[in-house]
């Protein structure tokens, strides 16, 4: 019998958990470790989010810890260079912290403004944002201004909590489920499982997107909808159902603004607004008492529908009325409609109808005693089997932040919002609507802000702008530009530092943000701005500070670089307080812990964060005595308390670890996640999973928990007070705050309103649309996310170029064919590339993959790399600035009106056959110069942390091996 040879020694190696961090799911993974090395990474099983499933992102963070584009050691840019050029020379980690804390010092001594600090995808905001505040700028934001703010804002301000990270379908019991504007790469692991799960069970999966590519393709229904209408759709669909009479009455009455009386003085002040008594409660109209009552009374027969005289004879109407009158209007038939979305009008009609028949005749019971906040018990949850789903297609539009109320008042009509079957929180969410913080306004030396940077305003009264209506933030957030601007407007803050508008800024800190490439709009002159000079031939952004683990193309720009570890070398929280792993039915949290140690001169933001807090004398990072207070990051991840009992982490509290959610800071808490395989759960009982905005149990939980600030019920707010307001400042007709420039006046009034509305993205108003006759959108492929993996030696085996996709048969009617190379123009720039055919994409849109586009020598890829020669961005064409037509509207940002999400994908362009012999991407930029001690990129990429074993075996061996053994 041949002999084996030697395999692995499995018992030199060790396996540790931790949490991926190759996209924004946060997927369990279990790591096999041997000399410093990964040997394989798996699915954790036990995990609450992917429940032993990993994807090819998570299985190649191998080579992400192998890349070359890594940073080794910290770096500034050399005296003499010109920015840009990547000239640097390595530094010790105390010269470069004792240089920023200098500088930083003398910021925060005289004018705080002068520092801005955004970052990107980070996960870590609530840390992030917390330092911001303690050195008392207000310029600060993290990367959802351009990513989903209009998500987050549009179902914060209805329903208290919204899509992906703050909600999700009901998986196990919907019978009917929607996806909107949903890339194959969102939520990859939980939604893949989800669509499986319903689909195993015979639920119909509908899904609305222009692309039918990922998620799409396995859809029972596909709607190939025109980008930037999904709002009219929606509310085609309220139509129908409102026609039909097909709505919940008992779920409006009990747990909506439905019946809630609005002033009705058209022209005046006030109108609009809700009826409130002198103690601010809103009123409804007691059918038995024929009067007006506190419509928090839960005893109350309220009215949903009528017009109605207050006592003080004003004329007021229920939501409900004004709602119906609204979307009953023929405006919103399905046949009026159809040609604007592109959507057949019998289509909008029977899936409204489908929905409906599933919400009111598939009706689930799911029999389980409860009590609601007003102190009734109930005997069973009564659930709406309908649910659906939402992302970046729907937000990334100016129109989006009214598009997704859009989509919110369907659910809300049907009664599917935290039902069984429905549309589900997850804690800390919902919250009270909108949550109770407010942005920060004032500034002064040397003191944190009285608030956090980034806030909820209810009211112009809110905004952060100064005496003049001029705006304070860098950015222009909370400005007449965007008055709820949840997330900031990061795209914005490079070109409004190089103009000096508001204000010229000292120093601009970025985390994780590419903003020179694929995290921009208005690409190539966005690094001219990098550069630009004043007349003193100093540069307008006088000193960029960049911290990022690779040398992504914002790299070169910086004159410091502080370089970040890998997720598998670092400790990492992802908290309560921030962005959890929460599901529906468990509130949860995750640390990562170092699996490697790092082999480079690198540190953690996060414990430079901490240090340089300490450093600058921070209160909440040192002692009265001025004495830092915290040794590390750990440390204070485990001491610091946002209140009495709440810290970073909920798992393992108490000094025994002996608590959940809430307890004194226990010094072992590290310990604890890391023996449980770095994740906590908590969670509900049964009374507790459903109708949480009214669930007695469940709010008095939160309550404890520090999600939410008291036990009263969060009505779901069909009609927005909060936009009202806004609106009536436009029109002059508000008691407070109101612009002065006509174009803060338009966009008040034409964009605010207190029921969904829809409006043509702003950018496609401006231009001629049959100059420009293509929709041109992005998305990420599954396999692939942001910039990061492109540089992934495993991944880049997948994708390594990116085509323009266009539908087949509008291409050939154009002469074009397969593989060709064409010019894509928009009214900003040009670009060419190459396109490639399918039937799965609407006649009137393109699309591509975004950020496969590299610049030549960016990432660790050699200078000839497909991802510069072939790849190209969008990028190019699109401008962070709407088009100039002579009107004075020459510097309105390119974004939502209403919260500031940057419009990528208003988005038109056309299409024309290039020239013969013209091929090849461009444009194409100089290649980026190797940094200091950068290895060169490999011809071939192998990893393996041991030598190939080679199995020879005779047949007669392999036939009867373990014969005859027990």
């Known amino acids: 019998m041949t002999a084996l040879p030697a395999f692995e020694d499995h018992d030199r190696q060790q396996s540790k958990y931790t949490t991926c961090y190759m996209c924004a799911c946060r997927c369990g993974i279990k790591v096999t470790v041997e000399n410093n090395q990964v040997r394989f990474i798996q699915g954790n099983r036990n995990h609450p989010v992917n429940k032993g499933v990993l994807c090819a992102k998570g299985n190649a963070g191998i080579m992400k810890q192998q890349s070359p584009a890594r940073l080794r050691y910290p770096m500034r840019r050399k005296p003499g260079s010109e920015r840009g050029s990547g000239d640097f020379e390595p530094i010790s980690w105390d010269e470069a912290l004792d240089q920023l804390t200098e500088r930083l010092a003398r910021i925060r001594a005289t004018d705080p403004k002068k520092l801005a600090f955004f970052t990107g995808r980070d996960q870590m905001q609530a840390l992030t944002g917390l330092w911001a505040a303690q050195f008392g700028t207000i310029n600060w934001a993290a990367h959802g201004g351009f990513c989903s703010v209009n998500m987050a804002a549009a179902g914060l301000y209805t329903m208290g909590h919204a899509f992906w990270e703050f909600g999700d379908p009901d998986w196990e019991r919907t019978k009917y489920f929607m996806l909107w504007g949903v890339a194959e790469d969102h939520a990859s692991n939980p939604i893949k499982a989800g669509i499986d799960t319903l689909k195993r069970r015979g639920a119909k999966f509908v899904s609305i997107n222009p692309v039918r590519t990922g998620y799409q393709a396995v859809a029972d229904e596909w709607v190939p909808i025109r980008p930037g209408t999904d709002g009219l759709l929606a509310l085609s669909m309220v139509h129908v159902l409102l026609r039909h009479d097909r709505f919940d009455w008992d779920y409006l009455v009990r747990y909506t603004n439905a019946p809630w009386l609005v002033v009705d003085t058209p022209g005046q002040k006030g109108h609009g607004l809700i009826l409130r008594d002198r103690d601010g409660n809103p009123l409804a109209w007691d059918l038995e008492l024929g009067d007006v009552v506190d419509a928090s009374l839960p005893e109350i027969q309220p009215a949903l529908f009528g017009d109605y005289t207050a006592p003080d004879g004003r004329p007021v109407r229920t939501v409900m009325s004004l709602l119906a009158e609204r979307y009953l209007d023929d405006a919103y038939a399905p046949e009026n409609i159809a040609p604007r979305c592109g959507v057949p009008a019998e289509q909008i009609e029977r899936l409204a109808l489908e929905m409906a028949h599933v919400a009111f005749k598939e009706t689930i019971e799911i029999e389980c005693e409860w ?545 013969p012999g013209e091929v090849g991407a461009w444009p194409r930029f100089e290649s980026i110069r190797p940094l200091p001690g950068m290895p060169d990129s490999p011809d071939q990429v192998r990893y393996r942390t041991h030598r190939r074993v080679n199995l020879r075996r005779s047949l007669w061996d392999v036939l009867t091996r373990g014969k005859g053994r027990s």
Not at 850 to 858: R, Y
């Open 371 to 915: 009590t609601d906040a007003y102190g009734r018990t109930h005997d069973r949850f009564v659930g709406r089997p309908v649910s659906m789903h939402a992302m970046r297609g729907i937000s990334a539009h100016s129109n989006g932040f009214q598009t997704c109320r859009a989509i919110h008042l369907l659910q809300i009509l049907l009664g599917t919002i935290d039902v069984p079957g429905g549309h589900l929180s997850k804690p800390p969410y919902p919250r009270h609507i909108p949550p109770g913080i407010k942005p920060a306004r004032d500034m002064a030396p040397n003191t944190p802000l009285k608030s956090p940077p980034l806030g909820f305003p209810t009211g112009p009264e809110d905004l952060v702008i100064d005496g003049e209506g001029r705006p304070l933030r860098l950015d222009k957030a909370y400005s007449w530009d965007a008055p709820m601007a949840n997330h900031g407007l990061m795209h914005m803050v490079i070109t409004n530092a190089v103009k000096g508008d508001p204000y010229p800024i000292d120093t601009l800190m970025l985390y994780m943000a590419n903003m020179s490439w694929n995290s921009t709009m208005n690409t190539a002159q966005v690094m001219d701005m990098l550069r630009e000079k004043g007349a003193d031939g100093e540069y307008k952004i006088p000193f960029l500070v960049v911290s990022d683990a690779f040398h992504s193309e914002i790299v070169n720009f910086a004159d410091l670089v502080l370089p970040d570890t890998t997720y598998l070398e670092r400790h990492d929280t992802i908290s309560m307080l921030d962005r959890p792993i929460s599901e529906p039915h468990a509130a949860a949290d995750a640390i990562r812990q170092p699996i490697l140690e790092p082999d480079r001169d690198v540190r953690p933001w996060q414990e430079v964060l901490v240090e340089l807090g300490g450093r600058l004398g921070f209160p909440a990072f040192t002692t009265r005595d001025g004495i830092r207070r915290y040794t590390s990051y750990q440390d204070f991840i485990v001491n610091f308390q946002r209140e009495p009992g709440i810290g970073f982490l909920a798992g393992w509290r108490g000094a025994q670890g002996q608590n959940s959610l809430r307890g004194d800071p226990n010094p072992n808490q590290w310990q604890e996640y890391v023996d449980h395989q770095c994740f906590f759960v908590h969670h509900l009982e049964d009374s507790q999973k459903y109708y949480r905005f009214c669930n007695r149990d469940y709010l008095e939980l939160a309550r404890h928990a520090g999600w939410v600030g008291s036990v009263e019920p969060i009505i779901l707010e069909l009609y927005s007070e909060t936009q009202q307001r806004f609106k009536l400042a436009g029109q002059g007709l508000y008691d407070g705050p109101m612009p002065k420039r006509p174009e803060h006046k338009a966009r008040l009034v034409n964009h605010f309103d207190p029921l969904p509305i829809w409006y043509p993205p702003l950018e496609q108003g401006r231009i001629d649309l049959e100059a420009y006759p293509f929709h041109a959108i992005t998305q990420r492929p599954m396999f692939m996310y942001h910039s990061w993996d492109s540089q992934n030696a495993w991944l880049r085996q997948i994708c390594a170029q990116n085509f323009l996709y266009m539908n087949r048969g509008r291409a050939e009617s154009m002469g074009i064919a397969d593989h060709a190379w064409v010019w894509v123009a928009s009214h900003h720039g040009r670009i060419r590339v190459q396109v490639k055919l399918m039937e799965g994409v609407a006649p009137d849109t393109v699309w591509t993959w975004n950020a496969l586009g590299k610049q030549s020598g960016a990432w660790g890829l050699s200078q000839d790399a497909d991802e510069s020669r072939k790849g190209f961005l969008l990028n190019h064409l699109i401008s962070e600035l709407l088009p100039q037509r002579g009107d004075g509207l020459d510097n309105v940002t390119n974004s939502d009106p209403i919260t500031g999400q940057a419009a990528w994908y208003d988005l038109r362009v056309s299409i024309t056959p290039a020239k």
